[in-house]
């Protein structure tokens, strides 16, 4: 399978402070839902954060279509098509519900086409344009993960990147999250989706990968993973005399 | 697929987490610190041989920000909460010593840990108030706080408003005139770095300690922050209260333009940005860095102006290319020789 | 009664100029999360460069007003690429810049003070001296004018802000920085131009000062007092409230001045900062405490 994003040996870590990430490897296959599962402090966020250029690669390399991303600044990285939805749904919450769309559509500079992509975007989710005037901070925790979500799609990027989209919702609205993810990927949009509630996230996958102790370690199709008995030990709440 | 038991990597993950701690320095040495203060008292003897009474008026100078800024240094250093208004404090100590002094002529000296106290009871008041909010909260209410305690003091005829009040001067010979303030700053000095040191080794500075990493945390781990931070800022304010007390008879006046001016908090601040926030040693050695390089400044450009830009500048330049400071920059990349490691 | 309205109507012409001060303080922590001490230090050297030509050849001081702007906004701009630029990545980020600029406000008070000396300048056009009469009612033309002035200026920054491509990512990088980044603005070309307007502003302010109040290098620490007070009051970052702040504020010190004498008057600024901090340190329109 011909890959459209490979991290290889990556380390990385917060500002001066000790490598969360020790050589991390991911491939990501061009159409499909990945989901990187691992426990808590494994370096799920971190990766992420690695690739869109918000924390600086140390050492190993990121490439895109064959093209190295390391060193680029986020808005660079935007410019290609990589689209990061951040743990804390960052929305801008005294902005209204259009202004936020028009934010995600900030490096668009032909108005006329903006507009209209906004237009598309609250046809598809009708939410959006009913509040379209109400300020982002006033929308629920599901309306705001789906605001952020949507909003990425006023590029048309080929990758979008979700960091824990189900946190702190109830777990109707996560499915709503997963389905709004759905519609993504039927788009075309390549999705790697960072998920603590492993089990609900490899269901809604084609390709998952286990991140523990800065590295990868088991790399696979989301099915075989959910089968495999070392894993549901480990990571899948199998084994409970350790977290 | 890797090959890995489930152990081996419960095992791994142990080790991993490990390895991300950052292992501590511990050696130091405390001879140093002795060795210094048992020459300090020695000092005065140079008197018997000639006229040292500028070195002893710019050691006295220096022990006294010394007990300052390791005051500071409880509360700016050790619990993260920077205070630009602490010269409040040293008006305080001054003003209250210096009252008694001048009605009823008892030796600022010894009333000098009163002084301290009431210092650190009002410190305790204000902290009380100012300290629920944080970070640049807390430093644009520091500054506020100065500025009202000048127009207060400026304005407050009792205790001489804007002109101040003379105190009398001690009638020992010249050459012997400053040394009862040597022995007083010199003593405060040391129980100030003393105090530092055990307070850095409690249970109360873990707490602040913890405090200036992350107060939530520190809260939710079931220290009592509110108390902890208020205690700091006595604390502080009462060695900041007692260097102003006997500072106000070493000069033989009191007035709010020499206690309340900007100036002197800076320097506090500075010292300890300098030497390096939050460390023993650290106060010390900004103290006589700072002073040494004022007394060249003044006496090379004498003009003022110059000297609040060179503060400034040097201040800037520590911020910038050393934010912890020398105590903290050597100790980071295991540089600091062994006899400047106090903590 | 009289004596009320007369007391009201200098206050709020006050304000206009107080709220041009405070507005660039409150731009630059919007986007910056920088607490600017340095700037009425700033506001001083704007002030200076309408003073001299008008001393030496009688030139307006508001013809001075957009070099004044210009000079302060490539400050601005050296400043934040030596300076801050550096620093926005620093674990005590909102500590360090504080102390930073804590530190600016001293160079730039010492090179003023060397320069020009502590003497007290001020510049006096004709109109610094004249007043409009209603009735009983004196209305100082200075004041009005600087005020009036001060709002142009402040509307159309808001204008900007609103409507125009780098206001939407001024304002976006003012709420959620991180957001701001990962949807494709340079924050850091954000906060260079910020940092220049906010400056800009401080030079322009500078200018009507000059006619306003007598000022010398070292009367930056009252200014800064005075400028926290009315930019927290209206919530740090919201020009807006800064702008309601500036006109409540200098109200009330004009009343305080009028019934309870001078020294006083300041003293409002200082307690009134002190309370809000302590009570509301959001301010009266912010929404949660963000200074804290």
Known sequence: ?243 | MAELATDEILAARERYNQSIAIAVNKKRSLWFPYLVLALLLVLPALQLIGNFNYVIHLTLFTACYVVMASGWNILGGFTGYISLGHNVFFAIGGYFAGMIFARLDISTIIIAPLAGLVAAVIGYCIGLVTLRVRGPSFIISSLALVMIFRIVFENWEFIGGAAGLALPVNDLPVQWAKLPYYYAFIVMAAIAVWVSYKIKHSKFGLGLRAISKDEIKAESSGINTRLYKVLAFAVSAFFVGMAGAVWGEYLTYIRPNIFLIILISVNMVLMCVLGGKGTIAGPVIGAILIIAFNELFVATLGASEINVLATGLIMMLTLIFFPLGIVGTLAKHGKLPQFLNWD | ?292
Request: charged share 15%; with cysteine; net charge neutral.
């Open chain 3, 1 to 292: 009664m009289t004596l009320l309205i007369q007391t009201l109507i200098l206050g709020i012409a006050l304000g206009g100029v107080y709220a041009l001060m405070g507005s660039g303080l409150s731009l630059i922590f919007g986007v910056m999360r920088i607490v600017n001490l340095a700037h009425p230090s700033l506001i001083m050297i704007g002030a200076y460069v309408a003073y001299w030509p008008f001393r030496l050849s009688n030139i307006e001081p508001m013809f001075m007003l957009p070099v004044a702007a210009i000079i302060l906004a490539c400050i601005g701009a050296i400043l934040y690429r030596l300076v801050f630029e550096r620093e926005a990545r620093s674990a005590k980020y909102s500590e360090m810049t504080v102390l930073l600029t804590f530190a600016l406000a001293m160079v730039v008070e010492g090179m003023l003070g060397t320069a020009f000396t502590n003497t007290q300048r001020i510049t006096s056009p004709d109109y610094a001296t004249e007043a409009f009469f209603l009735a009983d009612i004196f209305i100082p033309k200075g004041q009005l004018y600087a005020s009036i002035i001060s709002i142009i200026i402040i509307s159309a920054l808001a204008l900007f802000l609103k409507y125009s491509r780098l206001g939407y990512a001024i304002r976006a990088t003012t709420e959620n920085r991180e957001a701001a980044e990962l949807l494709g603005v340079n924050v850091n070309r954000v906060g260079l131009i910020s940092f220049a307007i906010g400056l800009a502003l401080a030079g322009a302010a500078g200018a009507l000062v000059s006619f306003i109040f007598s000022f010398f290098p070292s009367k930056h620490w009252e200014w800064i007092v005075i400028l926290m007070s009315l930019v927290v009051l209206g919530g740090m970052g919201s020009i807006l409230g800064t702008v309601i702040g500036a006109f409540l504020l200098s109200a009330v010190a004009a009343l305080v001045g009028t019934y309870f004498g001078a020294t006083w008057s300041t003293l409002t600024f200082f307690i009134a900062l002190f309370v809000v901090l302590l009570v509301r340190p959001q301010g009266l329109f912010g929404e949660k405490p963000e200074l804290a």
């Open chain 1, 1 to 243: 399978m011909s890959k459209l994003l490979e991290a290889t040996g990556v380390v990385a870590g917060y500002g001066d402070g000790p490598a969360i990430l020790n050589g991390a490897d991911l491939s990501v296959h061009p159409g499909k839902v990945h989901c990187i599962i691992g426990p808590n402090g494994a370096g799920k966020s971190t990766l992420l954060k690695a690739i869109v250029g918000m924390l600086k690669v140390r050492e190993g390399d990121v490439r895109y279509k064959g093209e190295s991303l390391k060193g680029l600044r986020p808005d660079q990285i935007l410019r290609k098509g990589i689209c990061f939805v951040p743990q804390e749904r960052a929305l801008f919450p005294k902005m209204t519900v259009r202004e936020n769309l028009r934010m995600g559509g900030y490096s668009i500079t032909d108005d006329s086409y903006l507009n209209n992509r906004i237009g598309e975007i609250e046809e598809q989710f009708p939410i959006l344009k009913e509040r379209h005037s109400q300020h982002a901070g006033t929308l629920s925790g599901g309306q705001q993960q789906i605001l952020s979500m949507a909003r990425t799609m006023i590029l048309k990027p080929e990758i979008v990147m979700l960091d824990e989209p189900s946190l702190g919702l109830a777990p109707k609205i996560v499915r709503e999250v997963f389905e709004v993810m759905q519609i993504m990927a039927k788009e075309g949009i390549t999705i790697i989706l960072v998920e603590q509630n492993a089990l609900m996230g490899l269901k809604y996958s084609d390709w998952g990968v286990v991140l523990d102790l800065g590295r990868s370690l088991f790399d696979g199709p989301a099915q075989e993973i959910l089968e495999d008995p070392r894993i549901q030990e480990l990571y899948l709440g199998g084994r409970k005399d350790k977290p």
